[in-house]
């Protein structure tokens, strides 16, 4: 059987037998989604590399303490989480280390802006959407650990809850706790701050955040 049809557990039985080589299928089948993940907790596209990197040779150095009776994305993801909180702890220690790179920029040196697929006809459906998905990020990349973690990993990589709940070290309930705060939380800084912006712009306070409306959102920012 080829190493890209073994299954995880299999591979990780034959990393820790000395088989080396099947590091790189590990890592070819790992990597987008260990990226999507810490890219979206850290927002900065050097510093998720340079976490991913670290996470694979945590996985290598530690591979005998994998359990094979668990799923290995519980594992990886649990070993990328604790990377992003101790990134996020060492960068409130050193509040003047700028959080955007020269990735995050375009060729004219404007930070890049969120975009979404163009199916939205009017302009102003767009940009509106647009700044909801801004607001979005700012609201995620301001929720406790545990909380922006859970999000994360329930609405980005599809994982259960019972596999969230391993990451996380908490019950199932747990997180469904945890995803309820998250999402209260982000539904009240995007209200308050849209409504700050229009009443700024001399416009007409808005509305408040619809339900659903969160739920939207994260699947435009997770095509984007």
């Known amino acids: 059987m080829l190493d890209d049809q073994k299954s995880d557990a299999d591979l990780m039985r034959e990393l820790v037998a000395g088989r080396q080589s099947v590091l790189r299928t590990l890592i070819t089948r790992w990597e987008r989604p260990l990226f999507s993940f810490v890219y979206r907790y850290i927002q900065n596209e050097h510093?998720?590399?340079e976490i991913i990197q670290e996470t694979f040779v945590r996985l290598y150095t530690k591979k005998e303490r994998y359990n094979p009776e668990y799923p290995l994305s519980s594992w990886i993801f649990t070993?990328?989480?604790?990377?992003c909180k101790n990134h996020a702890r060492w960068l409130r220690r050193h509040p003047e280390v700028p959080l955007e790179t020269e990735g995050d920029r375009d060729e004219e040196g404007n930070a890049k802006r969120d975009t979404i697929p163009s199916n939205l006809p009017d302009p102003?459906?767009?940009?509106?959407?647009?700044e909801e998905i801004r607001e979005l990020r700012k609201a995620i990349a301001g929720l406790p650990h545990d909380l922006k973690t859970a999000m994360l990993l329930h609405h980005f990589e599809g994982l259960s809850y019972k596999e969230i709940s391993e990451v996380a070290g908490c019950s199932v309930r747990g997180v469904e706790t945890r995803l309820y705060r998250a999402r209260k939380l982000i539904r009240k800084r995007i209200e308050k701050t849209l409504s700050e912006d229009?009443?700024?712009q001399k416009k007409k306070p808005s509305p408040p955040v619809r339900?659903?409306?969160?739920?939207e959102v994260l699947e435009d920012w997770a095509k984007a």
Request: cysteine-free.
């Open 124 to 130: 102003s459906q767009l940009a509106d959407r647009n």
């Open 211 to 215: 339900r659903g409306l969160i739920s």
């Open 47 to 49: 510093t998720a590399r």
């Open 198 to 200: 229009r009443l700024i």
């Open 79 to 83: 070993i990328a989480s604790n990377l």
